[in-house]
């Protein structure tokens, strides 16, 4: 296998002052979370709970705006979740757990799955077929969508982590200390392709027949992302992350990709894996799974209830919604604007503006209701006004023309 030159450093990341891309959403747990899928831009679900205690299920119909507990029955710890349908999902984890829903995430039945190994990934590939993966090389299969599941021989004993098929035949695992594995008839039999070192891999992921990802561990603490574009037989190191793992990879196309790991860490592509660059999560917890609903809606998920959100991709201005204390005008604007603040005088009230790629460029501290900013030194372009007190915070776009 070849090695790539990227090396990313991310000890440094969260003293950047830059615009977050990504925001802290309100879970309602401190429980860890191990997968993240939604339906649609605002319909989606998040799974975990305590390793050896009962599963947790999250579900939001707005974009992530507010979470509900959903009952889970009596599930184990749920470490994977996934939708081949809007209405119908899946769910696995620990003793074998499987439940389904039918009904978009707000009632679940158990299905059995004929183990008791912990699974740790479950991927359809249409409504009827799908497969899941788990400890001690463990693959079940089910062609009537879960009603019955049956186990596969995948040639290993090692603890398999993520599993996906790029077609109704084609399809990889990886897990830990093994070599990446393949099928090329639906799952009857798996063979060996390479993985340098016996690598630790925690997720795969294809963009296309050829072209796919993988990400986990080479060693201690010391993240990688390989990359395929001949079906699995050769991998190339994309990126080496000094001190962090990567738990989770996933592509919006076959240029855009983004990935997540350990103490916050998050990474985004922009020309198919070539080059890696960090992203400002705000945390430092470890970060477990990435979902992309279309391009620019995001969400990852990990622990200590965390769920963060992008409505952009990840990148420069945040899409702003529902305002309430802010309001600006003229947009577009040319040398000034007016900002209007609902009751905010009795508080300490900041603004801050950033450009596109996310750098701050004016700060001030508003003394009145309404005030008048000064932009003559803004360049063309698209801005973000955040405006914020101790008790809330809003952001809207500002277009700048010259």
């Known amino acids: 296998m070849k090695k790539a030159a990227i090396v990313i450093t991310l000890l440094t990341a969260f003293t950047i002052t830059a615009n977050a891309q990504w925001t802290q959403q309100v879970s309602g747990t401190a429980n860890d979370l191990y997968s993240v899928c939604f339906t649609n831009n605002k319909t989606g679900l998040a799974v975990g709970g305590s390793i050896t205690g009962p599963g947790e299920i999250l ?55 004929g183990t008791t190994h912990g699974l740790t990934s479950v991927y359809f590939i249409n409504a009827k077929v799908g497969y899941a993966a788990g400890f001690s090389g463990t693959i079940i299969k089910t062609i009537d969508g879960g ?4 186990m596969q021989t995948s040639g290993t004993i090692n603890d398999l982590y993520s599993i996906y098929f790029t077609d109704a035949y ?17 799952g009857t039999h798996w063979t060996r392709l390479s993985n340098e070192k ?51 990879v ?15 860490t998050i990474l985004k592509t922009t020309d198919g894996g070539t080059n890696w660059t960090s992203q400002i999560s705000g945390t430092t917890n470890d970060l477990r799974a990435v979902y992309f609903a279309d391009i620019n809606t995001g969400f990852i998920a990990g622990d200590n209830g965390t769920i963060l959100n992008t409505w952009n991709g990840g990148t420069g201005i945040e899409e702003i919604r529902e305002a309430k204390h802010l309001n600006i005008y003229p947009d577009p604007a040319f040398d000034a604007v007016t900002l209007v603040l609902d009751n905010a005088l009795n508080e300490d009230v900041t603004m801050n503006i950033y450009n596109e790629i996310g750098e701050l460029v004016k700060s001030e501290l508003l003394k009145q209701n309404q005030v008048q900013i000064n932009i003559r030194d803004l360049k063309s372009g698209m801005y973000m006004v955040e405006v914020k007190t101790k008790k809330w915070h809003e952001k809207q776009k500002l277009v700048v023309q010259k």
């Open 59 to 113: 579900r939001t119909i707005n974009g992530g705006t507010d979470w509900a507990k959903q009952p889970s029955g009596k599930a184990k710890c749920l470490v994977s979740v996934h939708f081949p349908k809007a209405n119908t999902g899946y769910a696995v984890g620990m003793e074998g757990t499987i439940i389904k829903t039918v009904n978009g995430g707000t009632v679940w039945t158990a299905s059995s799955s």
């Open 147 to 150: 009603a019955s599941w049956t």
């Open 170 to 186: 084609v399809g990889y695992a990886v897990g830990i200390n093994c070599p990446i594995l393949k099928t090329i008839d639906g």
């Open 198 to 248: 016996n690598n630790t891999l925690y997720s795969i992921y294809f963009t296309d027949a050829n072209t796919g990802y993988a990400a986990g561990y080479t060693g201690y603490n010391t993240g990688t992302i390989q990359k395929t574009t001949d079906g699995g037989i050769n991998w190339t190191e994309q990126a080496s992350v000094l001190n962090h793992r990567i738990f989770s």
């Open 250 to 264: 996933y592509f919006t196309n076959t240029n855009i990709g983004c990935a997540v790991g350990g103490y916050g």
